[in-house]
């Protein structure tokens, strides 16, 4: 059965503080690894990482993909109250397998 | 470009009634996914579509869930009794034929049956 695990599943830092979230997979086909942000409503696509794309940065965020290891990362360096929110992994091809997201709060 | 499209935004029905989610692709994009997000866990897939086709519906309860996309653009899901259990965020989402293109997600409607 196709498997995508966050960790950690809650993350409360101040503000300015460096985040690392993980997440791994095991799936039985493999295209692509995704991260979502979800505030209240929908998820918003940050990042999509494949076999030809194992790393990814947008401003303050980016992230890695380890194949070898089945897994990524998603950093946040300096963060601000605004990076409050649910952030999703998702896994797969076609059919994307999504993890529990962690729940990251930034207290000012 | 106008993002996905869902309604209605909440909706709160009696355990046993029927209810219906509508859900408006982004323009253009042939793949549509409903998925249902339960409180504290990431969105499971309920059904894809390619254009009208459904072509993965193995988790969809197909009991009391039905969903329908006739001309391939926007589409319908449905449950038919609903039961306590069907509480949950239900999300929809399009792609476009690019095999690197990510899903988009609508607002979504969150169901509560009482």
């Known amino acids: 059965e196709d498997k995508v695990v966050q960790s950690p599943l809650s993350l409360v830092v101040h503000e300015g503080d460096t985040v690392t979230l993980n997440c791994s997979y095991e799936?039985?086909?493999?295209?692509?690894l995704l991260w979502y942000k979800q505030e209240k409503k929908a998820p918003t696509f940050l990042f999509m990482l494949t076999s030809s794309g194992i790393e990814k940065k947008s401003g303050r965020l980016s992230s890695i993909l380890d194949k070898k290891e089945l897994s990524s990362i998603l950093n946040i360096t300096a963060t601000q109250t605004g990076d409050s929110a649910i952030y999703l992994c998702a896994v797969g091809a076609q059919k994307l397998v999504f993890g529990q997201g962690t729940r990251l709060t930034i207290n000012p | 470009e106008a993002g996905v499209v869902q309604s209605p935004r909440y909706k709160i029905i009696e355990k046993k009634q029927p209810v219906a989610f509508w859900c408006n692709p982004i323009?253009?994009?042939?793949?549509l996914y409903w998925y249902r997000q339960n409180l504290g866990q990431g969105p499971e897939l309920l059904i894809r579509y390619e254009n009208e086709e459904a072509v993965d519906d193995s988790q969809l309860p197909k009991d009391r869930f039905s969903a329908e996309r006739l001309k391939g653009v926007d589409s319908t899901l449905k449950i038919q009794p609903a039961e306590l259990g069907d509480s949950a965020v239900y999300l929809c989402?399009?792609?476009?034929?690019?095999?690197?293109?990510?899903?988009?997600f609508g607002n979504g409607t969150r169901l509560t049956v009482t």
């Open positions: 799936v039985t086909n493999f295209r692509s």
């Open positions: 323009s253009g994009h042939n793949t």
């Open positions: 989402a399009s792609s476009s034929r690019d095999r690197d293109s990510p899903l988009h």
